[in-house]
Every structure is written in C-alpha cells, then in structure tokens.
C-alpha cells in the first residue's frame, strides 16, 4: 500500500469537505438578511436547508453505489461541478419556492458526492490508524465553520446575499475541481478481501451481497444511530447563530460563536479518533452520544457570548468526534467492494435527521418566539440516539467480520 499517497486522499477528501459543507452551510449566516431583503419567512428559508438535507439524503446511496462501481475520482469531479453552478443559480434566485429548489435538491445532492465516495476511499487506504485518518478528513470538514462561515458573514456584510452567494460558488469551482483531480482509488479495492469463515447469511464474507448487508441489523442499527445523532444537532447547528442574535449578539460575534464550534470540532474529530483506535470506535461512539445529549441541552441556560462560546465548544468536540465512528464501524463490518453504498446509506439516515432541525426550528421561533423547545426537544432526540447505539452487536469474528486488506 503507498503509504505516502494515502495521506494526500486524507488532505483532498478534507479541503472538499471543507468548500461543500462550507458552502452549503453558508445559509445560516445568510438566514435572517436574506429574510430582511426579500420578506421572505425564517421558516421558508430554513426549509431550503432541510430540502438540501433531504436532496442529500436521497442522493448519498446513489452517489456511493457509483463510486463504488466507478471510483471516487469520477464522483467527487461530478458533484463539484454541480455544486459550484447551483450556488450560482440560486443566488440568482427571483421567489421563494424557486430558491429552495435551486439551493435545496441541487446544492444538496451535490454536497453529497463529497462525503460517502471520499470517507469510502479513506477507509481503503488504511489498514491501520483507520479511525484517525477518517477523522482528519472529517476534520477538514469541520474546517468550514472556521473558514468559509466567516467569509460568508465578511461577504455578507460587505456586498447583498446575491453578490455574496455568487462568490461563494466561484470559489467552490475554483478550489474543488483541481483538488478532486487529486483522488484515487484505493489499493483496498483491487486486492482479494480476508474474511472470517462465514458471511452474516452464511456464506464467505467476501459473498455478502450489498441486499444482504442493508437487511442486516448490524446495518439498520446504525442507519438509525445516525439519523437520530444527527437529528440531535441538527438544529442546534443551523439555528444558535440566529439564537445568539436574538438575546442581543451582533451578527459578526454570533458567527464567531460557530467558528468557535468548528475549531472544538476540530480538536474533537483527532480525538475522537485516536480514542476509537486506542479503546474501539463503538465503545467510543455510545460514550459520545450520551455526551452531546446533554450538551446541546445546555444551550438553554446561556445568553451572553461567553456562555456561548462555553457550549459551542463542548457541543462542537463531542458532536464532530462521533460522526466519523460510523464509517469506521461499517468497514469493521462490511467489505470494502461495497463501502460507498453502505456509507451511503448511513449519510442517507444522517442527511434526514438533519432536515429535521432548520425546518423545526424555524417554526418553534415563529410560532414561540424563542428557540429554548428546540434544545429541549434535542436533548430527548439525543438520548434516544445513546439508547439506539447501546444495542448495535458486530458480526461474530467468524461470521462476516472483515480483516482490511
């Protein structure tokens, strides 16, 4: 295995992360003077997130199962090409309902190319410190809060929503296409897979079908981990930056409150993952569920900007550790031949219990004139997430459970 070349698949699936997360996630900070400008609702608005969500909810399997058959390379080129021309379009947008189409199904389903096909590429690149190199990649994801969400807030201070959109989506163009160039295919794909002695449906591990993996409760178990882990912070994630503005917080200082999240999540994600090496992603996952429950239930007992930032950083380590465990449980499990499908399909679950929070949120502050349910409510959404991943069981050593190659 190059062991050289691995670490740039590491760098480049990060910087992609980073642009498309950022990009999309550029709406939080555009939220309420886009609601300013053109009279649209909080709640229309944050409903073109939670179409992005769905967008990417129904296109991870899809782009997965071609990055399995093709490559990541192909994938990853594709959706940022997509992504950097519907940025374009939708700051062009002239109503509502045309906004949420052009920056919900297109951004959304471009977004997704990046993360399933890349995280699937990364776990066959390593056969050891797998839980720490899917974390860094994960972690240049989470260099968007600290990157591109004050560059919107800059922009959009600066220019009007439109302009700053625009600029948002030349340099997507210009940053993504020449990095996903860089993207190969992992050795791991190429080489006879080990296996135990028998697959989950007794046959040889390398034998199970993709129909039989997605049946498997190992598989459900998770897919429905993730959705509730996501709807955990989904909407604490979208809506803390208007939160903050509305106990009194200027914009630019609110938005320093996500990147304050974002940098947590980076020092979270290296963590998380050299704990999952060292004591077991699983182990490490369940303890971190538990943790980020009570974590967003914080958000309710704080108002001023230290008590933010306090919350912020607690919620940004925990929440950003435990997403990468997934992809690295699914490889423990699963063979790699069918990585971008089953990864998939966990972002798939992911991208749903996100949709969840802008659109909730967005009513709860309509309809309550204050966000504090909406914490509340994701504690709840949190615990069940804990309880859900308590009973995930691997396959037996000899049934299934894969050595990497």
Known sequence: MNHSYRWVIVAAGGVLGCVAI???????????????????????ISTAMTIGFLAMAGASMVWGNLSDRFGARPVVLAGSVILSGSLALASQASSLIQFQLLFGLLVGAATAAVFAPMMACVTGWFDTRRSLA????????????????????????VYDWRTSMLIIACIAAIVMIPTALLVRRPPA???????????????????????????????????????????????????????????????????????????????????????????????????????????????????????????????????????PLYAVILRENFPMRMMGTVI???????????????????????????????????????????LIAIMFRPFPKAEGRLVAA
């Open 22 to 44: 950022g990009a999309m996630f550029s709406l939080p900070v555009f939220l309420l003077p886009m609601s300013r400008e053109t009279g649209w609702s909080v709640t229309g």
């Open 134 to 157: 899917v974390s860094l990649v994960s972690a240049g994801m989470g260099m968007a809060p600290m990157t591109m969400a004050p560059l919107a807030a800059w922009l959009v201070s």
């Open 189 to 323: 794909a190429d080489e006879p897979e080990m296996t135990g002695e028998a697959g989950p449906q007794a046959g040889p591990g390398s034998a199970m079908t993709v129909r039989q993996a997605i049946r498997s409760p190992q598989f459900i178990t998770l897919l429905v981990a993730n959705f509730f882990c996501c709807a955990t912070h989904s909407g604490p994630i979208f809506h803390t930056v208007s939160y903050a503005v509305t106990c009194g917080i200027p914009m630019i200082a609110a938005v320093s409150i996500y990147s304050v999240e974002g940098l947590a999540g980076m020092f979270g994600r290296i963590g998380f993952g050299v704990m999952g090496d060292r004591f077991g992603a699983q182990r490490v996952l369940v303890a971190g569920l538990f943790a980020q429950a009570f974590g967003v239930l914080a958000y309710v007992f704080v108002s001023q900007l230290g008590g933010f930032y306090a919350v912020a950083a607690l919620v940004g380590f925990i929440y950003a550790g435990v997403m």
């Open 344 to 386: 998939g399909g966990t972002a798939m679950a992911g991208s749903l219990g996100m949709s969840t929070g802008p659109l909730v949120g967005g009513l709860i502050y309509d309809n309550l004139d204050g966000y504090a349910w909406l914490y509340i409510g994701s504690w709840g959404i949190g615990l069940a997430a804990f």
